[in-house]
């Protein structure tokens, strides 16, 4: 049974730095791509970031590239969330799916990914 546990989220003041977790189980991150998306208040999902499982190559989506850096170690996932925006306000989820490759050009699909967890709020202040 796929599972992700996300923690690390709060309340910061812009300009600021977070770094998320996301605990994975249930499947073989080796063999599947792992990815972060959010959701805003009152906006679509959008997806962030992701890690391609043939190559390990990571993606971004523009809003966040340059700021956010995604890793994993084993079965966790990290954010590293940099010069926070108040417009990064946001529920985070991480996700995978079996079917969708991570590429350049899939980031904006992160958010149909299959599975994903509860997510981790994050409230950027001014």
């Known amino acids: 049974q796929v599972q992700f546990v996300e923690s690390g989220g709060g309340l910061v003041q812009a300009g600021g730095s977070l770094r998320l977790s996301c605990r994975a189980s249930?499947?073989?991150?080796?063999?599947?791509?792992v990815a972060w998306f959010r959701q805003a208040p009152g906006k679509e999902r959008e997806g962030l970031s992701c890690i391609a499982s043939s190559d390990g190559n990571i993606y971004y989506s523009d809003s966040v590239k340059g700021r956010f850096t995604m890793s994993r170690d084993k079965n966790t996932l990290y954010l590293q969330m940099n010069s926070l925006k108040p417009e990064d306000t946001a529920v985070y989820y991480c996700?995978?799916?079996?079917?969708?490759?991570?590429?350049?050009?899939?980031?904006?699909?992160?958010?149909?990914?299959?599975?994903y967890g509860r997510g981790t709020r994050v409230t950027v202040s001014t």
């Open positions: 249930g499947f073989n991150l080796n063999h599947f791509p």
């Open positions: 996700a995978t799916d079996f079917e969708t490759p991570c590429r350049a050009d899939t980031v904006r699909m992160i958010p149909l990914y299959d599975y």
